[in-house]
């Protein structure tokens, strides 16, 4: 009997060395070559026809995401001292390596349009700085008759100019962040500067997101290790099922880091998932091991770690699996963010599952059995007292569960109606944060912060110099601005009527487009010889068959996004009368057509996942009545969630898109577990009432006490810094709730009328 016992010790030894060497090695990989991204485009599919569009257009019309910084004076920008500033802090972005020189827009570099006698010349605003009031006053006159100017780079106030410093997707880093935040945090006094845009968001985002993780994940395992405590009472069970999620999470990471795959947003949701789900496996093991040492207080540990593995290891698999299943799901999705969370949350689950299998049965042949602390002298009654009870009540009160079940499905059913989808980047943030006041306080000067580009296309050479698609274009920018969300709008229209209208001593009855083609043409002609031809490439191609108009929107909110495209829509068939075809690009769009895909995506998982959900319980419990019987408490808690997404206004993102396949995900395990000990307890009594009785005290009271720590370890994210992560941490936590109550209650009552596992003792002594 010896050599055994040390086969067994040696064995347990040797495996927790080797799971902790693993470990170490991917927590160094993790640490070396772990990086975080932000850039919106690699979110997103490369070869989705929008995205390949808006690239194309994108390289033919050199457009980018701005840096803006507002330089605000109180007492007006036009002084020597604010004028400096503007010009040198214009000259300090052109000298970063990051951003190229002709992609910096300021009143320091800024063109001016102006007539001249019978012809057109392009000037500086000011390229030494005025310095006498005359001066001064005749740089203000400039900027005030210039409408491509005013209100666009120099506020209505007069208070606030902007500088605009458009960058390539691919420069921005966080060390690119920092250099420009302290670039113009150096040139404050008096005046405040304020810095948004999109890659200041995206840059914010990326620098507090780790950090909100870091102080979410040791606020978790705290909360973890007291909840796992409190329903263990054993330290020894804490500190080995603790290690079983830590394990997951650090190889799940460092998986990511060896391949190569960045650690997106809501990839910062993987530590607190695993750690939340990956408990339920040491739960269910050291409850059947506690239950077990209970009726056999003198076993030896190698005979209850037998017996653990045995009664265990199948229920644990199995529902391993469908999490693993419910995640995997999520690979339908074409964003790039959900489908790399999908993927390595499924890995960690599946790893999860073989270190409950492997660590906690080689801690007990290592350190022995936990000390239980129960009372010796309760009898198996007395201990199961409440779940009896319950039991039993779940049974006579029937009709009262199954209504206001269905009370509550139906108000989810409406709520589901009003779920609306949001790719914002800018709603990640609390209302009062900085990012979003500074942002709010340019969207009030100016144009906006985001930018929607309508590309407008051509098979005619020079269409767009004809003066009908011109004031067509000017039309529909008058239109779309006519809406709170646009502030403004650029095109070559613009820069045609200020030609016209310098070219006529400055009248401003002739700020239109000009009746004549051959006049546009040697409008545009005399702009190319005199002006930077640069410049005009950025709102139309040399053959004039590709034209670009830049609406700037006051927001990145997918609903306000497509109050400005519904708009623009009604132009289709106007432009189509001139053979002219209407699309979008930017980052603008490219965030709504985001928006589809998460929605798309969400679906096709969650049909997914369910369908194999379904299936995978069918062929497990060899009945295909199963497979429907068992995911009714997770199609329940689906409808649940989204039904009350719709009624508290919280929108699907990348971050609560993940919510159905979370429910699926962990909701099926307390399922699994329930009918697995129900189907045991039934073929081994015969009886219904005494089945229902010891399902209830030993599965439900394990899925009881996995509720409580998912739900503890979830409830967490209620102190994350970011609103979506604060709803999904709430929203699953309601979700678990609503999958074991689903459990123990309706999916309880219909495997109990349906007689399975009874139906070939009818004729026995048994309570129907």
Same mark, same amino acid.
């Given at each position: 009997?010896?050599c055994p016992k040390n086969?067994h010790?040696?064995?347990?030894?040797?495996?927790?060395?080797?799971?902790?060497?693993v470990?170490?090695?991917?927590m160094?990989?993790?640490?070396?070559n772990?990086?975080?991204e932000?850039?919106?485009?690699e979110?997103?599919?490369?070869?989705?026809p929008a995205?390949?569009f808006?690239?194309?257009?994108e390289e033919?019309?050199n457009?980018?995401d701005?840096?803006?910084?507002?330089?605000?004076n109180?007492?007006g920008?036009?002084?020597p001292?604010?004028?400096?500033?503007?010009k040198?802090?214009?000259r300090?972005?052109?000298?970063?390596?990051?951003?190229?020189?002709d992609?910096?827009t300021?009143?320091?570099?800024?063109e001016?349009?102006?007539?001249?006698?019978g012809?057109?010349?392009?000037?500086?605003?000011?390229n030494?700085?005025?310095?006498?009031?005359?001066?001064l006053?005749?740089?203000?006159?400039?900027?005030?008759?210039?409408?491509?100017?005013?209100?666009?780079?120099?506020?209505e106030?007069?208070q606030?100019a902007l500088?605009v410093?458009?960058?390539?997707?691919?420069?921005?880093t966080?060390?690119?962040?920092h250099?420009?935040?302290d670039l113009?945090?150096?040139y404050?006094g008096?005046?405040?500067?304020?810095?948004?845009?999109v890659?200041?968001?995206?840059?914010?985002?990326?620098?507090?997101?780790?950090?909100?993780?870091?102080?979410?994940?040791?606020?978790?395992?705290?909360?973890?290790?007291?909840?796992?405590?409190?329903?263990?009472?054993?330290?020894?069970?804490?500190?080995?099922?603790?290690l079983v999620?830590?394990f997951?999470?650090?190889?799940a990471?460092?998986l990511?880091? *060896?391949?190569? %795959?960045?650690?997106?947003?809501v990839?910062?949701? !993987?530590?607190?998932?695993? /750690?939340a789900?990956g408990?339920? @496996?040491?739960?269910?093991?050291?409850s059947h091991?506690d239950?077990?040492?209970?009726?056999h207080?003198?076993?030896?540990?190698?005979?209850?770690?037998?017996?653990m593995i045995k009664?265990?290891?199948k229920?644990?698999?199995?529902t391993?699996?469908?999490?693993a299943?419910?995640?995997?799901?999520l690979?339908?999705?074409?964003?790039?963010?959900?489908k790399y969370?999908?993927?390595?949350?499924a890995?960690?689950?599946?790893?999860?599952?073989?270190f409950?299998?492997?660590?906690?049965?080689?801690s007990i042949?290592?350190?022995?059995?936990?000390?239980r602390?129960?009372?010796?002298?309760?009898?198996?009654e007395e201990?199961g007292?409440?779940?009896?009870?319950?039991?039993?009540?779940?049974?006579?009160?029937?009709?009262l569960?199954?209504? *206001?079940?269905? %009370?509550?499905i139906?108000?989810s059913?409406?709520g !589901?109606n009003?779920?609306? /989808?949001?790719s914002?980047?800018? @709603?990640?943030f609390?209302?009062?944060?900085?990012i979003?006041?500074?942002?709010a306080?340019?969207?009030?000067h100016?144009?906006?912060?985001?930018?929607?580009?309508v590309i407008?296309?051509?098979?005619?050479?020079?269409?767009?110099?004809?003066?009908e698609?011109?004031?067509?274009?000017d039309?529909m920018?008058a239109?779309?601005?006519?809406?709170?969300?646009?502030?403004?709008s650029?095109?070559?229209?613009?820069?045609?009527?200020?030609?016209n209208?310098?070219?006529?001593?400055?009248n401003?009855?002739?700020n239109?487009?000009p009746?004549s083609?051959?006049l546009?043409?040697?409008?545009?002609?005399?702009?190319?010889?005199?002006?930077?031809?640069?410049?005009?490439?950025?709102?139309v191609?040399?053959?004039?068959?590709l034209?670009n108009?830049n609406?700037?929107l006051?927001?990145d909110?997918?609903?306000?996004?497509?109050r400005?495209?519904? /708009?623009l829509?009604k132009y289709?068939?106007d432009?189509?009368?001139?053979?002219?075809?209407?699309?979008y690009?930017g980052?603008?769009?490219?965030?709504l057509?985001?928006?589809?895909?998460?929605?798309?995506?969400?679906?096709t998982?969650?049909?997914?996942?369910l369908?194999?959900i379904?299936?995978?319980?069918s062929?497990?419990f060899?009945?295909?009545?199963?497979?429907?019987?068992?995911s009714?408490p997770?199609?329940?808690?689906?409808?649940?969630?989204f039904?009350?997404m719709?009624?508290?206004?919280?929108?699907?993102?990348?971050?609560?898109a993940?919510?159905?396949?979370?429910?699926?995900?962990?909701?099926?395990d307390?399922?699994?577990?329930?009918?697995e000990?129900?189907k045991?307890?039934?073929?081994e009594?015969?009886?219904?009432e005494?089945?229902?009785?010891?399902?209830?005290?030993?599965?439900?009271?394990?899925?009881?006490?996995?509720?409580?720590?998912v739900?503890a370890g979830?409830?967490?994210?209620?102190f994350?810094?970011?609103?979506?992560?604060r709803?999904?941490?709430?929203?699953?936590?309601?979700n678990?709730?609503?999958?074991?109550?689903g459990t123990?209650?309706?999916?309880f009552?219909?495997?109990?009328?349906?007689?399975?596992?009874?139906?070939?003792k009818?004729?026995?002594n048994e309570?129907?």
């Amino acid at each position: 009997m010896k050599c055994p016992k040390n086969k067994h010790l040696i064995g347990s030894i040797i495996a927790l060395v080797l799971i902790l060497i693993v470990s170490l090695l991917f927590m160094d990989r993790m640490i070396e070559n772990s990086r975080m991204e932000t850039d919106l485009d690699e979110y997103m599919p490369y070869d989705h026809p929008a995205f390949v569009f808006s690239d194309q257009a994108e390289e033919i019309f050199n457009i980018n995401d701005g840096i803006l910084i507002a330089v605000e004076n109180k007492e007006g920008i036009y002084n020597p001292s604010t004028l400096k500033k503007i010009k040198d802090l214009t000259r300090q972005l052109q000298k970063m390596d990051e951003i190229n020189k002709d992609d910096v827009t300021s009143l320091y570099t800024a063109e001016n349009i102006v007539g001249t006698e019978g012809s057109l010349d392009v000037k500086d605003f000011y390229n030494k700085i005025p310095q006498t009031e005359e001066e001064l006053k005749q740089l203000q006159s400039a900027v005030r008759s210039n409408e491509m100017v005013f209100k666009r780079i120099v506020s209505e106030n007069e208070q606030i100019a902007l500088i605009v410093a458009e960058i390539d997707d691919d420069v921005f880093t966080i060390e690119f962040y920092h250099a420009i935040l302290d670039l113009t945090k150096s040139y404050e006094g008096p005046e405040k500067l304020h810095v948004a845009g999109v890659p200041i968001v995206e840059g914010t985002l990326a620098y507090l997101a780790p950090k909100d993780m870091m102080i979410m994940v040791p606020i978790v395992i705290a909360v973890i290790i007291l909840v796992l405590y409190f329903v263990m009472r054993s330290v020894r069970n804490t500190i080995f099922t603790l290690l079983v999620v830590l394990f997951s999470t650090i190889w799940a990471f460092g998986l990511m880091a *060896v391949i190569g %795959i960045p650690i997106y947003s809501v990839s910062t949701m !993987i530590p607190v998932m695993l /750690i939340a789900i990956g408990v339920a @496996d040491g739960i269910h093991l050291y409850s059947h091991l506690d239950l077990y040492l209970f009726e056999h207080p003198d076993a030896k540990k190698l005979d209850a770690v037998k017996d653990m593995i045995k009664g265990m290891w199948k229920p644990i698999v199995m529902t391993s699996v469908t999490t693993a299943v419910g995640f995997i799901s999520l690979l339908t999705s074409e964003v790039y963010p959900i489908k790399y969370f999908g993927l390595f949350t499924a890995f960690g689950v599946l790893m999860a599952m073989v270190f409950s299998l492997v660590l906690i049965p080689a801690s007990i042949i290592v350190f022995g059995l936990p000390r239980r602390k129960v009372h010796q002298e309760k009898s198996k009654e007395e201990s199961g007292k409440f779940s009896y009870k319950f039991a039993e009540g779940a049974v006579k009160f029937k009709a009262l569960v199954i209504s *206001v079940t269905v %009370i509550i499905i139906v108000i989810s059913v409406i709520g !589901i109606n009003e779920v609306w /989808i949001n790719s914002s980047f800018l @709603d990640k943030f609390e209302k009062d944060s900085d990012i979003v006041l500074t942002d709010a306080f340019i969207n009030q000067h100016f144009g906006g912060t985001n930018t929607l580009n309508v590309i407008l296309e051509s098979d005619d050479q020079d269409k767009f110099k004809e003066p009908e698609v011109q004031r067509l274009i000017d039309k529909m920018q008058a239109d779309v601005e006519s809406i709170d969300v646009v502030g403004n709008s650029f095109s070559l229209a613009d820069y045609i009527k200020r030609m016209n209208k310098v070219m006529n001593a400055d009248n401003e009855a002739y700020n239109t487009i000009p009746e004549s083609q051959n006049l546009i043409a040697q409008y545009l002609l005399l702009y190319e010889m005199s002006g930077d031809p640069d410049n005009l490439w950025k709102v139309v191609d040399y053959d004039y068959k590709l034209a670009n108009v830049n609406v700037q929107l006051k927001s990145d909110n997918s609903k306000e996004v497509n109050r400005a495209i519904e /708009i623009l829509d009604k132009y289709k068939a106007d432009f189509e009368k001139y053979n002219v075809n209407i699309n979008y690009a930017g980052s603008g769009y490219k965030a709504l057509v985001f928006t589809d895909l998460i929605l798309e995506g969400q679906i096709t998982s969650l049909l997914l996942s369910l369908l194999l959900i379904i299936i995978l319980l069918s062929v497990m419990f060899r009945k295909i009545s199963i497979g429907f019987i068992g995911s009714i408490p997770i199609v329940i808690t689906a409808v649940i969630s989204f039904g009350l997404m719709g009624i508290f206004n919280i929108a699907l993102s990348t971050t609560t898109a993940l919510i159905s396949s979370i429910a699926v995900g962990i909701g099926i395990d307390y399922a699994v577990h329930f009918i697995e000990r129900y189907k045991i307890y039934a073929l081994e009594s015969g009886n219904k009432e005494l089945t229902i009785k010891e399902t209830m005290h030993h599965s439900g009271r394990a899925i009881s006490f996995n509720a409580v720590v998912v739900i503890a370890g979830f409830l967490v994210l209620l102190f994350s810094v970011f609103p979506p992560n604060r709803s999904l941490g709430a929203l699953v936590s309601l979700n678990m709730f609503t999958s074991f109550i689903g459990t123990v209650t309706i999916m309880f009552l219909v495997l109990y009328k349906s007689n399975m596992y009874f139906k070939k003792k009818r004729n026995s002594n048994e309570n129907k």
